[in-house]
């Protein structure tokens, strides 16, 4: 079962970083996403499967949902049920294309 990670121990990481989900099937391409993000001090947790994005949407608040839109519908699902979560309804959404 692939869950979702962070990248170990970025240095520009701070204590109150905004967490971030990046749900993408394209490894390489989150992975340069989340170095990014880093770099404004929001938390990236990546989430290659829309198993393991659900699981995380429905358990952790997220400040920022970005997801791959070459993973639609998954990509469609994810965001209609990270709204309809109590914890991630105010969540900033961003569809990559």
Known sequence: M???WAPENPASL???ALRTLVFSS???????LAQHLAE???EPI???TIFAALE????VRFDGII?????DPEATFLIKRAKETDLNRKAMV????
């Open 2 to 4: 692939v869950t979702c």
């Open 14 to 16: 701070m204590l109150m």
């Open 26 to 32: 394209d490894e390489r391409a989150a992975q340069v």
């Open 40 to 42: 404004f001090d929001l």
């Open 46 to 48: 990546l989430c290659p």
């Open 56 to 59: 995380n949407v429905g358990k």
């Open 67 to 71: 997801a791959d839109w070459n993973d």
């Open 94 to 97: 961003l569809a990559v294309v």
